[in-house]
């Protein structure tokens, strides 16, 4: 990781809150009516006091019609960032012992000598 600072990406709480406030029909309490979860569920969601589970990926997607996908690519990308920032000197200490190769790649390398 370089030296320079990159804005942390969005959280999925502060999508959630401007999405609910950019449809005011849609409350806590209504969205958590139709996802079958608390309010409290819905307000640390919100408060980013809770972190998107796949099952609340599940959730969030049939009740707001959209992804589970787009929900828990929102919580790694935070998640990620946070903890390169939170690694940043130990990661840099850390060696390669093999040689890179494209993802897809390494999942082909291993399901063949797996199969």
């Not at 099952?55 to 946070?82: C, G, I, Y």
Request: proline share 7%; aromatic share 4%; charged share 25%.
């Amino acid at each position: 990781m370089s030296g320079k600072t990159t804005n942390p990406p969005p959280t999925p709480g502060e999508i959630l809150r401007e999405l609910l406030e950019g449809e005011p029909q849609i409350t806590q309490d209504r969205l958590a009516s139709a996802m079958g979860v608390t309010r409290y569920s819905i307000n640390q969601l919100v408060n980013d006091h809770r972190n998107i589970t796949p099952e609340m990926a599940l959730r969030l997607a049939k009740a707001l019609s959209t992804t589970p996908d787009f929900w828990l690519n929102l919580q790694l990308a935070v998640d990620l960032h946070r903890s390169r920032r939170k690694l940043a000197a130990e990661l840099a200490s850390v060696r390669r012992v093999r040689t890179a190769m494209p993802d897809h790649e390494l999942f082909d390398d291993m399901t063949a000598s797996t199969g």
